[in-house]
T-cell receptor, first 113, second 114 residues
Framework: DGGITQSPKYLFRKEGQNVTLSCEQN?????MYWYRQDPGQGLRLIYY???????QKGDIAEGYSVSREKKESFPLTVTSAQKNPTAFYLC????????????FGPGTRLTVL | KQEVTQIPAALSVPEGENLVLNCSFT??????LQWFRQDPGKGLTSLLL???SQREQTSGRLNASLDKSSGRSTLYIAASQPGDSATYLC?????????????WGAGTKLIIKP
């Protein structure tokens, strides 16, 4: 089956810890994205990547970091600098940055203890 | 700055009714508009995409319209079913920057009562 997988489904973080969220796609898409979703708000773009070894900051990149060493993988690290990380995180991909449709993974819910 | 608004935030209707969900945007310079469905705790599924040059798109019981001049889109659901219960989000792709990013509404939570 082609698609996007995210792991883990639930993640708990202690104050001061860095955590990494996994996103893998087997759709052969060049572009990948990370969004944050908070209750009552629209999705907000954290980072996006147009191609391997390239990524750009979105609207709320502070406190987050990414890498794109492989076409299939776009992990997101939530660092201790992110003061309010509790949220639902969604990864998406599209054929290209101009691709008409974005395909989404099932999401990871991060909770700070 | 493009802003996308979805009203109401929540809607509850009896099964079988036809219903309309609303999406408004402040800047008419859009590339396209998409409607998505999100089930609780899950990712998003794309429902319909309307290009800026189009007026509407249809898929099964769903019909989405676009009026750029008034900054509005509607998602019409015919003969609603309990399985339609979900949160519906609209997103606008803006054309004024080179990265064509999506700007999202907060969604309308739809409950279809059996």
């Amino acid at each position: 089956d082609g698609g996007i997988t995210q792991s883990p489904k639930y993640l708990f973080r202690k104050e001061g810890q860095n955590v990494t969220l996994s996103c893998e796609q087997n759709l052969n898409h060049d572009a990948m994205y990370w969004y944050r979703q908070d209750p009552g708000q629209g999705l907000r773009l954290i980072y996006y990547s147009q191609i391997v070894n390239d990524f750009q900051k979105g609207d709320i990149a502070e406190g987050y970091s990414v890498s794109r060493e492989k076409k299939e993988s776009f992990p997101l690290t939530v660092t201790s600098a992110q003061k309010n990380p509790t949220a639902f995180y969604l990864c998406a991909s599209s054929i290209s940055l101009l691709g008409l449709e974005q395909f989404f993974g099932p999401g990871t819910r991060l909770t700070v203890l | 700055k493009q802003e996308v608004t979805q009203i109401p935030a929540a809607l509850s209707v009896p099964e079988g009714e036809n219903l309309v969900l609303n999406c408004s945007f402040t800047d008419s310079a859009i590339y396209n508009l998409q409607w998505f469905r999100q089930d609780p705790g899950k990712g998003l599924t794309s429902l319909l995409l309307i290009q800026s040059s189009q007026r509407e798109q249809t898929s099964g019981r769903l019909n989405a319209s676009l009026d750029k001049s008034s900054g509005r889109s509607t998602l019409y659901i015919a003969a609603s079913q309990p399985g339609d219960s979900a949160t519906y989000l609209c997103a606008v792709r803006r054309e004024k920057d080179s990265n064509y990013q999506l700007i999202w509404g907060a969604g309308t939570k739809l409950i279809i009562k059996p």
